[in-house]
Nanobody
């Protein structure tokens, strides 16, 4: 059974950092592109970043501006999203997804995790 499980979310103060993890089971991440998305209440799901099987990463949106970094560890079948200088507007549910390519449209992705909540508040 193909499964993606996110972890590492939580409550953090503005300016703080978090590292999110996306662990895969039921398939090998080596041949997939993994993306991170987020969705705030009442807003569309938006793309953050993706990393392909060659470790080439792409970042979407001005909001990233060097604050987020995506990486993968194929030996652990896990992809990470390191987030720093967090702001209240980063509050959202963060999801990872898997596909054969990197697509800005979330509807093009094949597999999704349930998400992990990130709340940035003082």
């Amino acid at each position: 059974q193909v499964q993606l499980v996110e972890s590492g979310g939580g409550l953090v103060k503005p300016g703080g950092s978090l590292r999110l993890s996306c662990a895969a089971s039921g398939f090998t991440l080596d041949y997939y592109t993994i993306g991170w998305f987020r969705q705030a209440p009442g807003k569309e799901r938006e793309g953050i970043s993706c990393i392909d099987s060659s470790d080439i990463s792409t970042y979407y949106g001005d909001f990233v501006k060097g604050r987020f970094h995506i990486s993968r560890d194929n030996a652990k079948n896990t992809v990470y999203l390191q987030m720093s200088s967090l702001k209240p507007e980063d509050t959202a549910v963060y999801h990872c997804a898997a596909a054969r390519g990197c697509y800005s449209d979330h509807r093009s992705w094949d597999y999704w995790g349930q998400g992990t909540q990130v709340t940035v508040s003082s």
